[in-house]
Nanobody, 120 residues
């Protein structure tokens, strides 16, 4: 497992932008698939985006396509989520997660989360 710490959350008006960061410990960061999840009040945690270890594939949930961009810097052991055109429905606690790079691996490393609040 890897230790993960998110930062960059906050309060923003609708239409604004935020950039989340996730700092990871360890020397094998590039071997992990990294992802972002979010949980709104009263709702289940949901997948937002994921990126492979080398960055050669990326997935997004439909509701954020064209607005959010996931990226990573393996030299800095850091993952990012650039969020543009934010909507009130994007309000949630955002969690960074990691899983091993083979198919079927589980998301077994999680950060504590960072709050994102979008006001209308």
């Amino acid at each position: 497992q890897v230790q993960l710490v998110e930062s960059g959350g906050g309060l923003v008006q609708a239409g604004g932008s935020l950039r989340l960061s996730c700092a990871a410990s360890g020397r094998t960061f590039s071997s992990y698939v990294m992802g972002w999840f979010r949980q709104a009040p009263g709702k289940e945690r949901e997948f937002v985006a994921a990126i492979s270890g080398s960055g050669d594939w990326i997935n997004y949930t439909d509701s954020v396509k064209g607005r959010f961009t996931i990226s990573r810097d393996n030299a800095k052991n850091t993952e990012y989520l650039q969020m543009n055109s934010l909507k009130p429905e994007d309000t949630a606690v955002y969690y960074c997660a990691a899983r091993a790079g083979y198919a079927g691996s589980l998301w077994n490393s999680w950060g504590r989360g960072t709050q994102v609040t979008v006001s209308s």
